[in-house]
Structure formats: structure tokens, C-alpha cells
């Protein structure tokens, strides 16, 4: 089982509020990612980071910042919620071959 | 940018029989991983081919990497209702670029 952690596992919010995902991982991984899926959909990579204080935007155009303080912490915010927000996030770290992930957090924007 | 298509998008069959997808991309790839996603789950790792020609088993299922290592398969013989999720190809392009994945293929099976 992978040591990689997010919380909140779902959250349910009013359009406009600011929220943060967070996201740790244990095994000392440089490399974090955050994803947004839709349910049985696609991954869209949405942030990545290659170690700590670095930070870069993915394919998918995101309203999101993220940010890398720590190699273990890969939190991610939204400074206004819109229901067009509303899917699924996955938290993944890497070692040299395999991608480890979250179990997501549901988000549900009203 | 660089893409790696996959096919089918979904596939149902009856249980017992067998399920193939396929990842095709137009350039070269380092290597090419798989991953399955169980309904509510969170992708997991399966496998990871690196060799031209590769091909590895891991009890009904077979994975296979293209000679030119532009294309691979995952082919799962007999298949069972534990098999049902939506698996993923991954694939990068040289050791030091992003993994890109695949759009899924979704199989659900018949009892």
C-alpha cells in the first residue's frame, strides 16, 4: 500500500469560497503531481513539481496554484470555487518508474 | 503536443471471454506502463515495459511492447468480473519527461 495521503476525501462548497487540497506523501518522492478526472474518464495533469520549490503548470488549463514548501507536502488551492470545478483531484508521487496515488478527493461545487 | 492514443474507450464483455486494449503512439517511446482503476478507486500500477518486444505476464494477463516501441497492449485471457475498471497506458518519451497517459479504456463484463 502507498504512503501518500489527501484530505479532505470529499467536500462539498459554496461557488466562491477559497479551498485547499492537501496532499502528502512518506517515501521521499521528488516528483508530485496533481490530476483532474472525471468519473471512468481521463486523467488531465493539471500541476507537477520536481522537488521542493518547484512547480509547474500541466496540460490542462487549471484555475488552481499549487505549491512545494516541503518534499512530503503538495497541497493544492482554488481561491474561487465555480461548479465547473466539481470532479474528482488525484494526488500521485514518483519514484523512478511507477506513479503512486492518492485515493482523490471528491469535490463537489454548488 | 506529444499524445498516446488508446482504444477501445470501452469494452463489454460476456464473463470467460477475453479483453484487449491498445496504445499507439507516432513517435518512439522510453518506456510504457499500465495502470487499472477500479469503479471509485484511484489508478494503481501494474506493469512497466522498457524493451523492445517485450512481453510480460502476470497471471491472465499479458502485456505486450511493440518493436519500434511505438504501440503496446494489454490482453487479459478469461476474463473475470474482477477484472472491471478502466485501465491505463502511460507512456514517456525519454527518461526525463513527463508520463503521459492514455484516455482509458473501460471494460465491464457480463456475468
Known amino acids: 500500500e502507498a504512503d501518500i495521503y489527501q484530505t479532505p476525501r470529499y467536500l462539498v462548497i459554496g461557488t466562491g469560497k477559497k479551498i485547499t487540497l492537501e496532499c502528502s506523501q512518506t517515501m521521499g518522492h521528488d516528483k508530485m503531481y496533481w490530476y483532474q478526472q472525471d468519473p471512468g474518464m481521463e486523467l488531465h495533469l493539471i500541476h507537477y513539481s520536481y522537488g521542493v520549490n518547484s512547480t509547474e503548470k500541466g496540460d490542462l488549463s487549471s484555475e488552481s496554484t499549487v505549491s512545494r514548501i516541503r518534499t512530503e507536502h503538495f497541497p493544492l488551492t482554488l481561491e474561487s470555487a465555480r461548479p465547473s470545478h466539481t470532479s474528482q483531484y488525484l494526488c500521485a508521487s514518483r519514484d523512478y518508474n511507477e506513479q503512486f496515488f492518492g485515493p482523490g478527493t471528491r469535490l463537489t461545487v454548488l | 503536443g506529444q499524445q498516446v492514443m488508446q482504444i477501445p474507450q470501452y469494452q463489454h464483455v460476456q464473463e470467460g471471454e477475453d479483453f484487449t486494449t491498445y496504445c499507439n503512439s507516432s513517435?518512439?517511446?522510453?518506456?510504457i506502463q499500465w495502470y487499472k482503476q477500479r469503479p471509485g478507486g484511484h489508478p494503481v500500477f501494474l506493469i512497466q515495459?522498457?524493451?523492445?518486444?517485450e512481453v510480460k505476464k502476470q497471471k491472465r494477463l499479458t502485456f505486450q511492447f511493440g518493436e519500434a516501441k511505438k504501440n503496446s497492449s494489454l490482453h487479459i485471457t478469461a476474463t473475470q468480473t474482477t477484472d472491471v475498471g478502466t485501465y491505463f497506458c502511460?507512456?514517456?518519451?525519454?527518461?526525463?519527461?513527463?508520463?503521459?497517459f492514455g484516455s482509458g479504456t473501460r471494460l465491464s463484463i457480463r456475468p
Open positions: 502511460a507512456a514517456r518519451y525519454s527518461s526525463a519527461s513527463k508520463i503521459i
Open positions: 513517435t518512439t517511446l522510453s518506456n
Open positions: 515495459l522498457v524493451k523492445s518486444g
